[in-house]
């Protein structure tokens, strides 16, 4: 059974314009992502579907230079545009994942697709309930249903949130894999505000040459050693988060972020 990651991105934002393109080591924060979904092992193909506005042809043109697939679709029905990505993909299953993620763990979204073969699940995710950091998240689920949410959704949080609808019917097998949580799960690796750039880039400063291929275990160990790097973006912990809708039917066991000795 093929899957396909599928990224969305755009260059717009609330809070600071064009950040995906911003430079982490020498490489945009868009291709950071996209680099480290292409070595999940259980994928087949990822894809960046963004979308189709004039504002985001410098970001088609840098996921295109870079050799990445690329679809376009509405900028605000963010639910069709994901569905088209699916249909172009020719995949069997789909991950989504958010393209403001440079530290996305290739491992923790591997465990996420075998989660949901292994449970025969409709919908699996390490967001239900939130317990990994932001910037961890993915979710994986069929062609088949993300064509279905695609005709049936009708609310308009719901065409912005690709996943919403699913998470919301209760006829659907849901599996969940799990965090640490507690205080490791408020932690912020995703790109939204300047600080949280500012803290990307002082990780990246950090580990050096290894930052593209630090594990998430790896980024845990160095936050916790330097509580001066967490506070630079810890006043935009994002506490609505936590109250993502749904909790999972089946749970694993807490997965652990700690480095081995």
């Known amino acids: 059974m093929s899957l396909a990651v599928i990224v969305q991105a755009r260059m717009g934002s609330h809070h600071v314009e064009g ?54 679709g509405s900028e605000t029905d963010i639910l069709s545009r994901y569905a088209k990505a699916a249909r172009e993909s020719g995949c069997d299953q789909v991950m989504r994942v958010f393209g403001d993620s ?76 799990m965090g640490p949580g507690g205080s490791l799960a408020r932690l912020r690796w995703s790109v939204d505000f300047s600080e949280d750039f500012d803290f990307c880039a002082a990780l990246y400063a950090s580990l050096g040459q290894h930052a593209p291929d630090a594990s998430a275990a790896e980024l845990v160990a160095l936050c916790l050693r330097r509580p001066d790097l967490v506070a630079i973006n810890a006043m935009h912990v994002d506490s609505a988060r936590e109250q993502c809708p749904g909790s999972a039917a089946f749970l694993t066991v807490p997965m652990s972020l700690r480095v081995a000795a």
């Open 102 to 177: 440079p530290f996305i763990d290739p491992d923790i979204c591997g465990r996420v697709a075998d989660l949901a073969r292994q449970t025969g699940a409709d919908f699996a995710a390490n967001t239900m309930p939130v317990s990994f950091p932001d910037g961890l998240d993915c979710e994986v689920f069929s062609a088949e249903l993300l064509a279905r949410a695609d005709r049936e959704a009708t609310e308009a949080d719901e065409r912005e949130n690709v996943t919403l609808w699913m998470r919301r019917q209760r006829d659907l097998s849901t599996a969940g894999l």
């Open 19 to 72: 950040k995906i393109l911003e430079s982490l080591g020498g490489r945009s924060v868009i291709l950071r992502c996209l680099d480290r979904c292409a070595r999940i092992e259980a994928s087949s193909l990822v894809v960046a579907a963004i979308p189709d506005a004039e504002g985001d042809d410098e970001l088609a043109e840098e996921i295109l230079d870079s050799g990445y697939m690329l679809v376009r």
